[in-house]
């Protein structure tokens, strides 16, 4: 019993201290400053920002894909260890689950960001046509979040009612987790139920969360454009949520074991285990960046070799190599290395990684649009150049502040590593056994 109380007050949500207040009002304010830049973009106009005929679509649906691609691996690495029984990745589960709804809420929040009229969303619903990918990327975002959502949910039942009791002394929050809880007691009758539950609830988000981001790669891959115009967009899209989820949960894990003092349950092996799979993820994205590339550069078309000349030799070309060789290759290199698996290099390595990963999908986003296939007649110069305002930016930074910060409220009030589940791998005894 003294073993299980121990376990409960460790993984208890704990209250913001002084650092967390203070990380809080940071997200708040970036938060604000982006809300009323958007509502000068609103009451403005498109006009605000650098996107025009050429370059429709900018740095929101970098944004976009980028939130989509980090939503990706959360579940599934929740769903895949749940269904082959992994004991070593019990801890990340809840993590992965987390940045996954915090993030696919901000990529649908991004869309209706990058409307010029998104009081006009509903004709999507309305009038929206089968025969659009946008109409598919909408269904297939919202049932991703709502199956999202369930996995996250049940699993916490059983938390719930054991923070009831925890909290026992304080009414407010015994009585908020009791109603969460839904009257669990932890019969065998219930736990089948939710066993059941979570192991149908895995199997379906699978095909699901691949359906998320091979659907959002369709978007690109169905319009005639040069560098989208390629039927490698699916496993590419895929291939690239794995590498950029899997760096957002090493960062978030090694913040949240500092900061909520975490070490015992979130060792070094986690960090070693997922550096070697972010090797392998690594290397499986290169290969498929070097199939997007090839090809169209062997085939050398007119329209293709404009666009791979800007990112190989021009305007992007810095950045273009920057981000595949200190984000996929210079990774590799670090993490083949045990030493480089250790928390602090992995987390590091893991920013890179994240950081590359949303320049990567900007990357794919502007200079195809700035290369079409009929170039549009007589236009002003500034057409064919495009980077971002200072609205776009201060929006762009108030959507990822804004995911932050449902990260961050989501941990105050949900155990960080699953206390049932962690009590029954460790053989401790829980109160109701003990009676």
């Given at each position: ?68 691609a ?11 260890l ?27 929040l ?26 598919w990327?909408?269904l ?52 089948h ?27 690109f ?43 015992e ?6 960090f070693?285990?997922?550096g ?9 994205y ?11 550069a ?9 666009h ?84 776009e930016w ?18 105050r ?23």
């Amino acid at each position: 019993m003294q073993k299980y109380n121990q376990l409960v007050k460790d993984l208890a949500p704990q209250k913001f201290g002084i650092k967390g207040k203070i990380w809080v009002s940071f997200l708040v304010i970036v938060l604000l400053a982006a809300l009323y830049a958007y509502y000068q973009q609103l009451t403005k106009g498109l006009i605000v920002t650098d996107m025009r005929d050429y370059a429709l679509w900018g740095v929101y649906i970098s944004n976009f894909v980028f939130f989509v691609a980090v939503s990706l691996v959360g579940s599934l690495i929740s769903a895949v260890l749940t269904l082959t029984k992994q004991k070593w990745s019990i801890p990340l589960t809840r993590i992965a689950e987390i940045i996954a709804i915090a993030s696919v809420i901000m990529a649908g929040l991004t869309i209706i960001i990058d409307m010029g009229r998104p009081d006009r969303l509903w004709h999507i619903f309305v009038y929206g046509r089968v025969q659009s990918p946008i109409v598919w990327d909408v269904l297939v975002i919202s049932t991703y979040l709502f199956i999202s959502a369930l996995l996250i949910y049940f699993p916490l039942l059983p938390d719930f009612a054991i923070l009831k009791k925890y909290y026992k002394e304080s009414s407010k929050e015994s009585k908020w987790y009791g109603k969460l809880s839904l009257n669990w007691t932890g019969s065998e009758k219930q736990k089948h139920i939710l066993h059941s539950s979570i192991k149908y609830l895995a199997v379906l988000i699978i095909p699901v969360a691949f359906g998320v981001h091979t659907v959002t790669s369709w978007l690109f891959a169905t319009t005639f454009r040069p560098g989208w115009d390629s039927t490698n967009f699916g496993p590419y899209f895929v291939a690239g949520a794995f590498v950029a989820g899997t760096a957002a949960v090493i960062m978030i894990t090694y913040i949240l074991r500092k900061t909520h003092n975490l070490k015992e349950y979130l060792p070094d092996e986690i960090f070693d285990k997922l550096g070697k799979l972010l090797v392998l993820l690594c290397l499986v994205y290169v290969y498929f960046n070097v199939n997007e590339y090839l090809i169209p550069a062997y085939k050398n078309t007119t329209e293709e070799s404009a666009h791979l000349y800007s990112l190989f030799f021009g305007n992007y070309a810095i950045l273009f190599w920057s981000v595949i060789f200190f984000s996929f290759i210079f990774p590799v290199i670090v993490l083949i290395f045990p030493k480089g698996r250790k928390p602090l290099p992995m987390f590091i390595i893991g920013f890179m990684v994240l950081v590359g990963s949303w320049w990567k999908r900007y990357i794919i986003v502007t200079p195809t649009l700035l290369h079409p296939f009929l170039p549009i007649q007589d236009v002003d110069k500034s057409w064919h150049e495009y980077f971002p305002t200072l609205i776009e930016w201060t929006i762009t930074f108030g959507t990822l502040a804004a995911a932050l910060l449902i990260i961050t409220v989501l941990v105050r009030y949900l155990p960080i590593v699953p206390i049932y589940e962690t009590a029954i791998e460790n053989n401790i005894e829980t109160e109701k056994k003990s009676e």
